[in-house]
Every structure is written in C-alpha cells, then in structure tokens.
C-alpha cells in the first residue's frame, strides 16, 4: 500500500483549501449569527451546536480518510519488464488465472483487470473511477467509502444549515414586527452584517448540497451496476463503433466484443456490492470512516507482477 501523500496538484490544492475554508465559514456563521441570537436562552442552542459540530467533524474525518488514503495504486516492479514477449506470455497468463491483466505503457508494469492509468497520479489505480481535485486524490477501490460518505456528510450539513438559517431568518422577522422602530434603527447595521451572512451561507449550502447530492448519486449507481464511469463511457464508445451492424448480429458475438469484465460478469446482489465498498460489518459502520478489508476480486492478489514467467 502506498504511504500517504497529498499531490501536488495546483487546483487539488486550491479545492482543498476551499473546502475546508467553506466548512469553516460555516461552523462560524450557524453558530454566532445563528444559533448564539436565536437559541441563545434555551437548550436547543446546545444541541443544534453539538449536532451541527459533530456532522462537520464526520465530514472532515471522511475528507481527509479520502485525502490521505491510498486509492488502490497497482505497485510498481522493482526492476524493469521485458514486454519484448508478450504473446506467449498472454497465453500463460490465462493458464495461470491472471486472465484480463494489461500492460500500462505510462508505468511499464502489468496491472489488473479493472485499473486504469490517472494523468493526475502518474499512477495506475484499481477500479478507478475518476480524480477528483475536491480531494486531491483518485476515487478508487480502496478510498471509494471515504468520498461517498464525505459527499453523505457534505450534503447533510449543507441541508442542516439551510433549515437552521430559514428558522433563524423566520425569528428575526418575527421578533422585528414585535419590536419597536427606535431598536432596529440602533441595530441596523448588524442587521445588514447577518443578513449578508445568511444570504452567502445559503448560496453555499445550495451550490454544495446540489452538487454533492447529484455525485453522491452518481456513486451509488455506479456501485449497484458494477460499472465504474470509465467503463461506462468505454462500453458505450464500443458499442456506438459497432454501429447498426451489431443489431444483426447473435447475442454471443456482441458479448464476445466487450471487455473482460463485462462480458464474463457475473451478476452479483446489490447488497454484496456495496458490502464491497463499505466493509462487510454492521450497516451502521458504513456511516463512519473506519478502516475495512480491501476486497478481493476472484481471488486474485494484486502484486507488481501477475504470478507469471518475465
């Protein structure tokens, strides 16, 4: 497994450092212009602050499992390979059970079924299903938990924030028709001052919460159909190259045309797909950001090398 490190990429950098400035900005506004004028005589100050703070908390935690985490890089060989052979190696790489393994020109290395090369990483990653600068890293087999339940969280405090700043706003109107004139002339400018900050936090929590959600969703589906969007988008090309021809051809020789892992798939229930995601424990450990087994795929250890002559 790789050790942990952030890349050095300029705009995963910048979205990282907008992150978790907006998630500061948050916290500081639903608790001082928020919770402190509105809850500030009653208990549910503390508990709205309490809930709040613990769902960000999940939600930095979840971050940075997925910042820091290794996504799945195929290890690199400690010397170099002679592809020089690669014919007669296809065919002992079937005999030995390594079917569906490919060649990375860009590492010069063997890697897996399902792996594709990251420009960003300069590595090859386990299912991988795209780099996201949101967390400077890949979203692949093995950090894949730890960006969804980052986008579970996200979208969880962006809704949260929008209720608690609706009521807030509901109470200001309310208590400003009962009070006096002479009061919210004093006021007026920390009026303006809260309103500014309701209104940016709630563009922030409808711009995040909407874009979260819509990934969030993107990845379930993703895991349910057993198809990462790469494979998606490459089975599609595939098919749209055909062209009409593949309408009149037999049902076995178009599955014959697909890759590997779509035409030798075997199905598997839902819930066994995403128990290969969030670990195989209790449902309710899929809600935090704990370690799980990496799953194994046909029983198939990744190393540098398939178990093969170079």
């Given amino acids: 497994m790789a050790s942990p490190q952030c890349r050095r990429d300029p705009c995963g950098v910048v979205c990282l450092l907008l992150t978790y400035f907006s998630v500061l900005y948050a916290d500081y506004v639903v608790v001082q212009y928020v919770l402190i004028p509105t809850f500030s005589d009653s208990v549910w100050c503390s508990l709205h602050g309490s809930v709040f703070n613990l769902i960000l908390l999940l939600l930095l935690a979840c971050h940075c499992r997925a910042v820091f985490s290794d996504p799945g890089m195929v290890p690199l060989p400690d010397t170099a390979i002679d592809f020089s052979d690669l014919r007669s190696q296809s065919s002992r790489m079937s005999e030995r059970g390594c079917e569906g393994w490919t060649v990375c020109s860009r590492c ?101 919460g909407v874009f979260v959600m819509v990934i969030f969703y993107d990845q379930l589906i993703s895991i349910i159909t057993d198809e990462t969007p790469i494979e998606q988008m490459r089975n599609r090309l595939m098919i749209k190259d055909r062209g009409p021809s593949s309408s009149t051809s037999s049902p076995s020789s178009s599955s014959s045309q697909l890759p590997h892992h779509a035409s030798h798939h075997t199905r598997k229930p839902k819930l066994a797909l995403l128990r290969e995601v969030f670990g195989r424990g209790s449902i309710f450990c899929w809600l935090l950001p704990l370690h799980s087994s990496p799953p194994s795929v046909g029983g198939v250890t990744y190393s540098a090398l398939p178990d093969y002559d170079v």
């Fill in 108 to 208: 010069e290395t063997y890697r897996p079924p399902r792996a594709h090369h990251c420009r960003v990483c300069q590595r090859c990653i386990r299912r991988m299903d795209h780099h996201c600068p949101w967390i400077n890293n890949c979203v692949g087999e093995l950090n894949q938990k730890y960006f969804i339940q980052f986008l579970f969280y996200t979208g969880l405090a962006s809704l949260y924030s929008m209720l608690l700043v609706v009521s807030a706003w509901v109470w200001r109107i309310r208590n400003e028709r009962e009070g006096d004139a002479d009061k919210d002339a004093v006021e007026s400018p920390s009026k303006h001052l809260i309103v500014a900050h309701y209104i940016i936090l709630l563009v922030e929590s409808v711009l995040f």
